[in-house]
């Protein structure tokens, strides 16, 4: 299968759900990262256009990591919007992708790119198929189905589906660690520490379904993309 995840952010994939394309990976299924903006407001120091290119180095460093494609739309960070274009673009990617399985964001109100890309990403979803709707990659033959991400530290998301992610813990991290710009901004911006963050919400979902570590998703029950199985990668 092909496996395509939308986020807002470079090492959004990373904290939130690396864990399971790790594992889809490793069972033989393409994935593709589909990152929207460029990151250009996540530095202390930097001009935004040389951190969007730290930042862009960054994204292809930690997709390589785990053996990811990385499609990068780079529009501006903090600032994309639902219109045409954007629509267009995120369709044209997923074409690109050929996406059997769509994972992005949920609608958590934490960040207004996060809301966008989910937004964006789920209005799209049924018109990948559409012929009447030309982007520079053809439509697909099937829509695909659709998972929405856990929140950044889970608040808000009330899980219907666990991937365990305990044997792959290790690679998870050290694909969030390419992130460096920006483990040293959230600590600045934040007193965060996002790898311990991305930890702690793991380990919390792993509590919840038995075991070490877990990440977590609700998958997206509508029409015409229901579907009687899921295609999360222990049962694919």
């Known amino acids: 299968m092909n496996i395509a995840c939308v986020t807002a952010h470079p090492d959004d994939v990373e904290i939130l759900c690396a864990g399971t394309m790790i594992k889809?990976?490793?069972?033989?299924?393409k994935v593709t990262y589909i990152i929207a903006t460029n990151g250009e407001v996540g530095s202390p120091t930097l001009s935004n256009e040389e951190i969007a290119?730290?930042?862009?180095?960054?994204?292809?460093?930690?997709?390589?990591?785990?053996?990811?494609?990385?499609?990068?739309?780079?529009?501006?960070?903090?600032?994309l919007f639902e219109n045409r274009e954007t629509r267009l673009a995120f369709l044209n990617a997923l074409r690109k992708a050929k996406a059997d399985v769509v994972f992005?964001?949920?609608?958590?109100?934490?960040?207004?790119?996060?809301?966008?890309?989910?937004?964006?990403?789920?209005?799209?979803?049924?018109?990948l198929t559409i012929k009447n709707i030309p982007t520079e990659y053809?439509?697909?033959?099937?829509?695909?189905?659709?998972?929405?991400?856990?929140?950044?530290?889970?608040?808000?998301?009330?899980?219907?589906?666990?991937?365990?992610?305990?044997?792959?813990?290790d690679i998870k991290k050290e694909a969030l660690m390419a992130h460096k710009s920006q483990y040293t901004w959230l600590k600045d911006q934040n007193d965060i520490d996002y790898v311990d963050m991305m930890l702690a919400q793991a380990h919390?979902?792993?509590?919840?379904?038995g075991?070490?570590?877990?990440?977590?998703?609700?998958?997206?029950?509508?029409?015409?993309?229901?579907?009687?199985?899921?295609?999360?990668?222990?049962?694919?």
Not at 55 to 77: C, S
Not at 104 to 126: K, L, P, Q, R
Request: net charge negative; aromatic share 14%; glycine share 8%.
């Open 204 to 209: 919390l979902r792993g509590y919840q379904c």
């Open 53 to 79: 290119k730290v930042r862009y180095g960054e994204a292809q460093e930690a997709a390589r990591i785990v053996g990811a494609d990385l499609i990068w739309l780079g529009y501006p960070d903090e600032f």
């Open 211 to 236: 075991v070490q570590y877990a990440e977590a998703f609700i998958g997206v029950k509508a029409y015409p993309r229901g579907i009687t199985k899921s295609l999360l990668p222990q049962y694919v």
């Open 138 to 169: 053809p439509p697909l033959e099937h829509n695909p189905y659709l998972y929405f991400m856990d929140t950044i530290t889970g608040l808000g998301f009330d899980p219907d589906e666990y991937v365990d992610i305990t044997d792959v813990i």
């Open 104 to 127: 992005t964001h949920y609608e958590d109100y934490y960040n207004c790119d996060h809301n966008a890309v989910s937004n964006i990403t789920n209005n799209v979803g049924i018109h």
């Open 24 to 29: 889809y990976i490793q069972k033989g299924h």
